[in-house]
């Protein structure tokens, strides 16, 4: 292993609101940080998109630019992380046909769901993938595209996501990681790490698929032209990567199997490390980091997204602002309940049509009754989460809290008080990027395959007191969704009649 102060190791996350990366040396330090926001495309209900060529290159560009303005060394090598799974069509040159369409959040393709489940058969999909087919599932998303874009269909040559899309640009290779390739149910087998080629042919025919790779493998090195667009040095080896939500994980330490990574962000996300693939109605069940190992991972369509919504409705003022007001308000906002299912939901509930729900709102709730009860609500749907990843055979020994909601300490102390559990926060909460450059370094042999970066600082404890009011509005929670989902439906249909008129 080399351990020279002037090889440096590059990491870029592409996230859905912005594209952040870090430069570190081979021991985890931190040189550099730069952050570059982007926006999100809503073109209709239901559809959730970033440009590909603004918002993921650029982003790209933009942060390398500004990260090597500040190195103080050689950047040896550069691994990206992103959203996911996503689907990018573009052309035999990686060229895109149209805007990426986002992981679980775009629900465009609820009819061809029921259509490949009906065609394959529930028990069949989860025997092959793990995992039922549902908003988050590339494969219905293909045939979305086949059915309603035929034109961009007949030029699409390749299928990327937002790392491999950034891969392919800077080295030519079509890859794609394990982890992601077992989101694009049904056409991945999780327990063979391969495609299943007899359903990718009838879903995408005609279409070749990337080469699987695991993440800290190199898919090739910085071409020429790649490098005059990114100041990077050529030749430099570019790593696979992974979904961002993996790359967090081991920036963190979530390598082994019970350890379980929550990430607070615009969507609430969680990870947990297991030995064997465990499959699952109501979470995805997918490949791990590396060889041999599986994931249970699992996500809400919204959490972060309901405290800006709220910031916005209250004039604009400061999450800070907001987050004072709540504090001021004791445990259960005042019998004040969210469902927080303002974008549908994916796990564990997988309902494109479900809807939000503010439950109990009287003349005495202000502001800061509102923005606790998101937070609240986005706790009891993580009670929710985990309980589900229990019943799925998950063993949760160690939770370690990441992301920027984990800043403040309202909103874990929230977390920690609803599932009666404590998390663990870490030194560095750079994110996804900071992963990537540990898998970079591992990649190149400039770290050891089983470094660990992170440093525990700081343990959130459940406060016992609080039990008795989070178990009884957890209860409420859980009644909400069945009372209201028929009704909720009938409003999604309207909205969507609306929308097209």
């Given at each position: 292993?080399?351990?020279?102060?002037?090889e440096?190791?590059?990491?870029?996350?592409?996230?859905t609101?912005?594209?952040s990366?870090?430069?570190?040396?081979?021991d985890?330090?931190?040189?550099?940080?730069?952050?570059?926001?982007?926006?999100?495309?809503?073109?209709?209900?239901?559809?959730?998109?970033?440009?590909?060529?603004?918002?993921?290159?650029?982003?790209?560009?933009?942060?390398?630019?500004?990260?090597?303005?500040?190195?103080?060394g050689?950047?040896?090598?550069?691994?990206?992380?992103?959203i996911?799974p996503?689907l990018?069509?573009?052309?035999?040159?990686?060229?895109?046909?149209?805007?990426?369409?986002?992981?679980?959040?775009?629900?465009?393709?609820?009819?061809?769901?029921?259509?490949?489940?009906?065609?394959?058969?529930?028990?069949?999909?989860?025997?092959?993938?793990?995992?039922p087919?549902?908003?988050?599932?590339?494969?219905?998303?293909?045939?979305?595209?086949?059915?309603?874009?035929?034109?961009?269909?007949r030029?699409?040559r390749?299928?990327?996501?937002?790392?491999?899309?950034?891969?392919?640009?800077?080295?030519?290779?079509y890859?794609?990681?394990?982890?992601s390739?077992?989101?694009?149910?049904?056409?991945?087998?999780?327990?063979?790490?391969r495609?299943?080629?007899?359903?990718?042919?009838?879903?995408?025919?005609?279409?070749?698929?990337p080469?699987l790779?695991?993440?800290?493998?190199?898919?090739g090195?910085?071409?020429?032209?790649?490098?005059?667009?990114?100041?990077?040095?050529a030749?430099?080896?570019?790593?696979?990567?992974?979904?961002?939500?993996f790359?967090?994980?081991?920036?963190?330490?979530?390598?082994?199997?019970?350890?379980l990574?929550?990430?607070?962000?615009?969507?609430m996300?969680?990870?947990?490390?297991?030995e064997?693939?465990?499959a699952?109605?109501?979470?995805?069940?997918?490949a791990g980091?590396?060889e041999?190992?599986?994931?249970?991972?699992?996500?809400?369509?919204?959490?972060?997204?309901?405290?800006?919504?709220?910031?916005?409705i209250?004039?604009?003022?400061?999450?800070?602002?907001?987050?004072?007001?709540a504090?001021q308000v004791?445990?259960?906002?005042?019998?004040?309940l969210?469902?927080?299912?303002?974008?549908?939901?994916?796990?564990?509930?997988?309902?494109?049509?479900?809807?939000?729900?503010?439950?109990?709102?009287?003349?005495?709730?202000?502001?800061?009754?509102?923005?606790?009860?998101?937070?609240?609500?986005?706790?009891?749907?993580?009670?929710?989460?985990?309980?589900?990843?229990?019943?799925?055979?998950g063993?949760?020994?160690?939770?370690?809290?990441?992301?920027?909601?984990?800043?403040?300490?309202?909103?874990?102390?929230?977390?920690?008080?609803?599932?009666?559990?404590?998390?663990?926060?870490?030194?560095?909460?750079?994110?996804?990027?900071?992963?990537?450059?540990?898998?970079?370094?591992?990649?190149?042999?400039l770290?050891?395959?089983?470094?660990?970066?992170s440093r525990?600082?700081?343990?959130?404890?459940?406060?016992?007191?609080?039990?008795?009011?989070?178990?009884?509005?957890?209860?409420?929670?859980?009644?909400?969704?069945?009372?209201?989902?028929?009704?909720a439906?009938?409003?999604?249909?309207?909205?969507?009649?609306?929308?097209?008129?």
């Amino acid at each position: 292993m080399v351990e020279s102060k002037s090889e440096l190791l590059l990491g870029v996350d592409i996230g859905t609101s912005g594209t952040s990366g870090v430069i570190t040396r081979p021991d985890g330090e931190v040189v550099a940080t730069a952050e570059k926001d982007h926006n999100v495309r809503l073109p209709r209900p239901g559809w959730v998109e970033h440009d590909a060529e603004d918002d993921w290159w650029n982003g790209f560009v933009d942060v390398c630019s500004e990260l090597l303005e500040q190195a103080d060394g050689e950047v040896a090598a550069v691994s990206i992380s992103g959203i996911g799974p996503c689907l990018l069509a573009a052309d035999g040159d990686g060229r895109p046909l149209r805007p990426g369409i986002l992981y679980g959040v775009d629900t465009r393709a609820t009819r061809e769901v029921e259509e490949l489940t009906e065609r394959y058969g529930t028990e069949e999909i989860m025997e092959v993938g793990g995992n039922p087919l549902t908003s988050q599932s590339v494969g219905p998303k293909i045939l979305w595209l086949r059915r309603n874009e035929p034109e961009v269909w007949r030029e699409t040559r390749h299928l990327l996501m937002a790392h491999t899309f950034i891969v392919h640009r800077l080295t030519g290779e079509y890859v794609l990681d394990h982890p992601s390739a077992s989101m694009c149910d049904p056409i991945y087998d999780v327990g063979q790490y391969r495609w299943v080629e007899g359903w990718a042919e009838e879903i995408a025919p005609g279409l070749e698929l990337p080469e699987l790779r695991w993440p800290s493998e190199a898919a090739g090195v910085v071409t020429r032209e790649a490098a005059e667009k990114t100041g990077l040095p050529a030749g430099i080896p570019v790593i696979t990567g992974s979904t961002d939500a993996f790359s967090e994980a081991v920036s963190v330490g979530v390598r082994e199997p019970g350890d379980l990574m929550l990430m607070y962000g615009t969507t609430m996300a969680t990870l947990e490390i297991s030995e064997q693939a465990l499959a699952t109605r109501s979470l995805w069940s997918t490949a791990g980091l590396f060889e041999e190992t599986y994931a249970l991972f699992a996500a809400m369509s919204t959490s972060g997204a309901l405290t800006d919504w709220v910031r916005q409705i209250c004039g604009g003022k400061s999450f800070g602002e907001l987050t004072e007001e709540a504090r001021q308000v004791a445990s259960g906002s005042g019998g004040l309940l969210v469902l927080p299912y303002f974008a549908g939901e994916r796990t564990p509930v997988s309902d494109p049509k479900a809807r939000g729900v503010i439950c109990g709102l009287t003349l005495s709730h202000g502001q800061g009754h509102l923005y606790r009860a998101m937070l609240e609500a986005t706790a009891f749907g993580v009670r929710h989460l985990f309980e589900a990843m229990g019943e799925a055979g998950g063993r949760k020994k160690r939770l370690v809290a990441v992301g920027g909601g984990t800043k403040g300490g309202l909103w874990t102390q929230i977390v920690s008080n609803t599932i009666g559990e404590p998390q663990e926060l870490p030194e560095q909460n750079i994110g996804a990027s900071y992963g990537d450059a540990l898998l970079a370094g591992i990649a190149t042999d400039l770290v050891e395959a089983d470094a660990d970066w992170s440093r525990i600082v700081k343990t959130v404890e459940p406060d016992p007191s609080q039990q008795e009011i989070y178990d009884e509005l957890y209860a409420v929670y859980r009644d909400l969704y069945s009372a209201t989902r028929d009704q909720a439906h009938t409003l999604t249909d309207i909205q969507t009649r609306q929308s097209e008129a």
